[in-house]
């Protein structure tokens, strides 16, 4: 007899359209049964045939298969359709098993789970079987299981209809998944997908479904009332509240967006907006200045509450923010002329900024707002220790009204710069300077981490990564390696790291002369050079193609924000590696150049070392290297272009002639 049911079982969850009938079979099996059938479910799962119906899988897995984790594995690449969600609740209301508690964490933590488990996993909440689940994953899950694979069809579900079809979601789990740390990404995932349009090989096409997304999804349900539009505008601030880092924040800086804030509701939070100023995410400061521009053009704007928040802005090592809050000030004091001093007073802050172009704007915007000479002197002296030494003589002099001779200073240590720390870091890095590489030592960073974490991928947001990198690859002209942008240099070697794309052909040269044709085509020839374009996109593509063999040890990363590289950081680099290893070619040389002159003799390579020997020549080319520059007037040797005829270079007839990946002779 138990062979018979088992036959019986096996065959059902094989065959379509068998599915109520085997919700009956496995109704009568003991325990002894279920073990017995346990073995031969999960071998069922494995079978081939993927285009095939396996709903009945599901269904014998969560009948017959002993142990919670068990089950988690046999149904890792195994989904169950919407239309069958009642016979597989059914299935375990019949057993009862003694881990079904445990069923929703086994569903929706870890790598086994699927998006379909939510929905699995809110039908038995929402049918008494099990608790509500409190641990982070289950509202993770949530924006991706309302929608994807909604049936056998394959056809996608609008978030929309399944909120209004369960309204305890709207109650309860909506406003927790709106504060649980990783939902942005997940919830960015899910609305770029539906809002994408492409054509498919065969010459269909896909059009974009912005009514699936989850952010028409709240709008709909705040202008129809059915939630509070006050509760979404502050969870939605809340978001950048709670220190997430800007993967979690994009897709909550839409939906403010998307809301579009009235006067009043930014009236009425301007304390809120003044606590976004501190943030830590850039996306979030941006957001704040501009509710405050916002209100300051209507008149509404607590200057004390914008002054009081602005110190936090004026320090960041971004330099967009600081000069927007600066724009700001600047209008906050031309409409209230009477406030000035106080203006000038919080704006001398960024007199502290590690930029000397931001100190030097700072000091243009307070001799506008401040005319009296002492006070203004007052207002700087205050800042002048922090400056940088190229500004101050501008500051003295410019507070005294006249000219003077720079005073004798002392440089003060340049700030320290620490390498990246984990994936999630990197990936942070990656989404911020393929928009806007604003900062080379942050570049710096960004090199050294992606190399050595070559083999690592973050644990979430690469995906919407991925995409964004892939659509700037095709949005800038010309492309990666041309030595012309480095967002795209950056964009590119993203993909190498997280597609295992290859890296390609790199720097093919300076472009020059008359266009011409060769082999049907139109283009110019290129020429090599030793530019500063050229060593940056030669360097990023040296470091894509080690990332794409696995990683790599980088010497040169520097130590302080200055670009410099301390003796000591640099010996201990070259001893923690092999002695054979060999070194990237660009990054030992432009070790080698960020190492001050005086400490040449403190840096110590064993002769016995590869690397310690290549360093050895480097040092020894630079303490040799004595340059003769000479203008030179006239056509450029690298175009022959007539509007070049009358250009001025300098040229170093006396340095050596280097190769591509060799920085120190190049």
């Known amino acids: ?70 089950v988690a ?8 359709p919407r239309e069958a969600e009642a016979l597989a609740v059914q299935v375990l209301v019949d057993r009862r098993p003694h881990w079904l508690a445990e069923l929703p964490a086994a569903l929706l933590v870890g790598d086994n789970a699927q998006p379909w488990g939510f929905r699995l996993v809110r039908r038995l909440v929402r049918d008494g079987l099990v608790e509500r689940p409190d641990f982070p994953d289950y509202y993770l899950r949530m924006p991706s299981g309302l929608s994807v694979s909604a049936s056998s069809a394959g056809t996608d579900r609008a978030p929309l209809d399944d909120l209004k079809a369960d309204p305890d979601l709207i109650q309860h789990e909506i406003w927790s998944m709106l504060r649980t740390e990783g939902a942005g990404r997940e919830l960015a995932a899910h609305d770029t997908w539906r ?70 509701e930014l009236d009425v939070r301007q304390g809120t907006y003044a606590r976004l100023l501190a943030a830590a995410a850039g996306p979030a400061v941006t957001l704040a200045l501009r509710a405050f521009t916002q209100l300051l053009r209507a008149g509404r704007l607590e200057i004390d509450t914008l002054l009081a928040a602005a110190h936090p802005v004026l320090l960041r090592p971004d330099k967009g923010p600081v000069v927007a809050m600066l724009k700001l000030l600047a209008g906050v004091a031309k409409a209230s002329p009477d406030r000035s001093e106080a203006v000038a007073a919080a704006a001398a802050w960024a007199l502290e900024h590690e930029r000397a172009d931001v100190q030097e704007r700072t000091l243009t915007l307070l001799g506008n707002l401040v005319p009296d000479a002492g006070v203004r002197t007052a207002l700087v002296s205050g800042h002048a220790e922090r400056m940088a030494p190229s500004v101050r003589p501008m500051a003295s002099a410019e507070s005294a009204g006249r000219a003077s001779e720079a005073p004798i200073l002392i440089q003060l240590p340049a700030p320290p710069l620490d390498p990246v720390a984990d994936v999630d870091e990197l990936a942070e890095l990656f989404t911020r300077l393929i928009e806007e590489a604003d900062d080379p030592a942050d570049v710096e960073r960004l090199l050294e981490g992606v190399a050595r974490l070559a ?72 020429r090599s050079d030793w530019s500063l374009a050229a060593l940056v996109t030669m360097r990023t593509h040296e470091v894509a193609r080690a990332v794409a063999g696995g990683g790599a040890s980088l010497l040169s990363l520097p ?108």
């Open 1 to 70: 007899m138990p062979d018979e049911i088992a036959e019986r079982v096996l065959a059902l969850a094989r065959g379509p359209g068998r599915l109520a009938e085997l919700v009956v079979a496995m109704r009568g099996l003991t325990d002894k049964q279920r073990k017995t059938l346990s073995g031969p479910v999960r071998a069922l799962t494995l079978e081939g045939g993927y285009d095939r119906d396996r709903t009945g899988f599901v269904l014998a897995v969560l009948g017959c298969v002993n142990g919670v984790r068990q």
């Open 73 to 80: 594995t046999a149904l890792t690449w195994i989904s169950l």
């Open 195 to 264: 809002l994408q349009s492409w054509t498919g090989a065969s010459g269909s096409s896909t059009l974009a479904r912005p009514e699936l997304t989850w952010r028409h999804a709240l709008l709909t349900l705040v202008a129809d009332g059915t939630v509070d539009r006050d509760r979404v505008l502050d969870e939605t601030l809340g978001a950048f509240l709670r220190d997430w880092t800007p993967g979690d924040l994009g897709w909550y800086i839409a939906l403010h967006d998307e809301l579009a804030p009235t006067l009043q």
């Open 455 to 526: 083999r690592a991928r973050p644990r979430h947001g690469a995906e919407v990564l991925a995409r964004r990198a892939d659509e700037l690859v095709g949005s800038y002209q010309p492309g990666p390696w041309s030595g012309e942008e480095p967002r795209a240099d950056l964009a590119a070697l993203a993909l190498v790291w997280l597609e295992r794309r290859k890296p390609g052909k790199g720097y093919p040269g300076r472009p020059y002369g008359a266009y011409v044709q060769r082999m049907g085509s139109w283009g110019r020839q290129v």
């Open 559 to 666: 130590t302080s924000r200055d670009g410099a590289l301390a003796a000591a950081a640099l010996s201990a680099r070259v001893a923690a590696m092999s002695r054979t290893e060999r070194p990237l070619p660009l990054d030992i040389g432009l070790a080698a150049l960020r190492v001050a002159p005086a400490e040449y003799d403190a840096v110590q390579l064993p002769a016995r070392h590869r690397t310690g020997r290549e360093l050895s020549a480097d040092f020894g080319v630079l303490r040799s290297y004595a340059p003769c520059w000479e203008l030179v007037v006239g056509r450029s040797k690298d175009t022959d272009w007539s509007a070049y005829e009358r250009a001025a270079t300098w040229q170093d007839r006396a340095s050596p002639r280097g190769k591509a990946d060799d920085a120190v002779r190049a």
